[in-house]
Nanobody, 123 residues
Framework: EVQLVEFGGGLVQPGGSLRLSCSASGFTCSNYAMSWVRQAPAKWREWVSAINSGGQSKSYADSVKGRFTISRDNAKNTLYLQMNSLKPEDTAVYYC????????????????WGQGTQVTVSS
């Protein structure tokens, strides 16, 4: 059974940083691209970032480019999202997702998502 569990959300002030983690199990993580998506209240789910199976290729939504960094540790079956210079508009529930092949270089067609972790950016 595929399971994705996110950690690391919380309340942070504008300009602050958070690091999200996603622990994956039930599949060979190193064979799949992975992604982060987010959903703010009353908004559609928004793709944030994706990384290919080996971690060499990464892509970002324009809204987070230069502030967020996606990475992965396949030995630990873990995906990360380092979020810096956070803004109130980054407030959302953040989900990690397993992407269907092939690697598209941008975006992610996901077949599994985690339960999400809340990130709130507020003073």
């Amino acid at each position: 059974e595929v399971q994705l569990v996110e950690f690391g959300g919380g309340l942070v002030q504008p300009g602050g940083s958070l690091r999200l983690s996603c622990s994956a199990s039930g599949f060979t993580c190193s064979n799949y691209a992975m992604s982060w998506v987010r959903q703010a209240p009353a908004k559609w789910r928004e793709w944030v970032s994706a990384i290919n199976s080996g971690g060499q290729s990464k892509s970002y939504a324009d809204s987070v480019k230069g502030r967020f960094t996606i990475s992965r540790d396949n030995a630990k079956n873990t995906l990360y999202l380092q979020m810096n210079s956070l803004k109130p508009e980054d407030t959302a529930v953040y989900y990690c997702a397993k992407c269907l092949p092939p690697w598209r270089g941008y975006g992610c067609y996901a077949d599994y998502w985690g339960q999400g972790t809340q990130v709130t950016v507020s003073s």
